[in-house]
């Protein structure tokens, strides 16, 4: 079982930047692929970002590629998802997760925290 807990959502201005981070815990955490997703308000809930177990591949979505960058420290259990130049659009709850697989599936990733909201104001 892995226990995940996002952490540095907030209100921000478009334009501006935001640091998410995940913390992992539990049984060998630090052997799975690691993705943020993103679910706003009527809408499903789509992928943002993944990086791989070694961090030496990360992944991102075309909406937010150049914009935000996925870095994991596997000494810390840790995943952040540094985000710039932030629209409204990028406004939703922004969940991570952990699964075996390097994706941007949702049905790879098994294991997810409760999200934190971002909330970017024009």
């Known amino acids: 079982q892995v226990h995940l807990v996002e952490s540095g959502g907030g209100l921000v201005q478009a334009g501006g930047s935001l640091r998410l981070s995940c913390a992992a815990s539990?049984?060998?955490?630090?052997?799975?692929?690691m993705g943020w997703f993103r679910q706003a308000p009527g809408k499903e809930r789509e992928f943002v970002a993944a990086?791989?177990?070694?961090?030496?591949?990360?992944y991102y979505a075309e909406s937010v590629k150049d914009r935000f960058a996925i870095f994991r420290d596997n000494a810390r259990d840790t995943v952040d998802l540094q985000m710039y130049r932030l629209k409204p659009e990028d406004t939703a709850v922004y969940y991570c997760a952990a699964g075996p697989g390097y994706a941007g599936d949702p049905r790879v990733y098994v294991y997810w925290g409760q999200g934190t909201q971002v909330t970017v104001s024009s």
């Open positions: 990086i791989s177990r070694s961090a030496v591949s990360d």
């Open positions: 539990g049984r060998a955490a630090g052997t799975y692929a």
